[in-house]
């Protein structure tokens, strides 16, 4: 969290061996769950997390992100994510990121979109008052909130099924964004799409998916966009879904 304003939470990290793909670049994945650690740190240090609200049966769950790949980072590259609250209303809470090299250039930016569920129920619940009550910082020019329009393909195609594991859930109990993210990205990987060719990234989480779900993995193409989304593999219900487009 920085010294100068508790609202701004900021940690720097190094690519690392583990990081990074077979062209030595830092990995969608890997960037994600940077992004998603330093999150969860500023929760927890302004009281808001999971952990802090166990009384109230109340935890938060990502509804959307977008995010837009400036420069990719390389092996051994050190960079720094800066992330802080961006708005508030009744349901929703927005928080951005940006992302900076040792040079302070800015290389990668996210907007994203939460909601509280009740842990029991995981029902959609109001944020509390006690959190709509925290500001934001004053000092900062807010990203755009992530788009609202997907957007789909008009054929879809399966290439591929999984079966959620014990593994996948995280300290929510819930499989995990990231996780979500490999199983849209995969395929495309398969077909040749590196991290490093992705400009931007439009993430939207739709339902949770419980342990042993067996989900179909399906891709399309529309106006220069690719897209992907998880569905149950016996029902109607999308889980989530992205839409990607490549650098130029």
């Known amino acids: ?102 040079s302070k250039k800015l290389v990668a930016t996210a907007s994203s979109m939460w909601t509280l569920i009740n842990t029991d129920t995981r029902k959609l619940t109001k944020i509390p008052s006690k959190i709509l009550e925290i500001s934001t910082p004053y000092d900062l020019k807010f990203l755009s909130q992530p788009d609202n329009v997907m957007g789909h393909p008009e054929n879809w195609k399966t290439v591929d099924t999984r079966k959620v594991r014990p593994y996948d859930l995280d300290w929510n109990n819930h499989v995990n964004n990231i996780v979500l993210v490999r199983y849209l990205l995969e395929p495309y990987k398969s077909f040749g799409v590196e991290d490093q060719q992705i400009l931007k990234l439009l993430l939207y989480f739709r339902n949770e998916i419980e342990v042993n779900k067996e989900v179909k993995v399906q891709i399309g193409e529309k106006d220069n966009a690719r897209y992907a989304e998880l569905k149950s593999k016996n029902e109607s219900k999308i889980f989530a879904s992205c839409r990607i487009t490549i650098r130029p």
């Not at 900021?10 to 999150?39: F, W």
């Not at 990719?72 to 720094?80: A, H, I």
């Open 1 to 102: 969290m920085s010294k100068e304003n508790p609202l701004v939470y900021t940690h720097r990290y190094k690519v690392n061996g583990h990081d990074v793909n077979a062209n030595k670049y830092l990995t969608i994945p890997s960037l994600l769950k940077a992004m998603q650690e330093c999150s969860l740190q500023h929760a927890r240090a302004l009281k808001t997390s999971v952990w802090d609200m166990e009384e109230e049966r109340i935890s938060w769950v990502l509804i959307r992100k977008e995010i837009n790949i400036i420069e990719p980072l390389q092996l051994d590259d050190v960079y720094t994510v800066i992330t802080y609250p961006s708005g508030f209303d009744k349901f929703f809470a927005f928080r951005d990121y940006l992302v900076f090299n040792e």
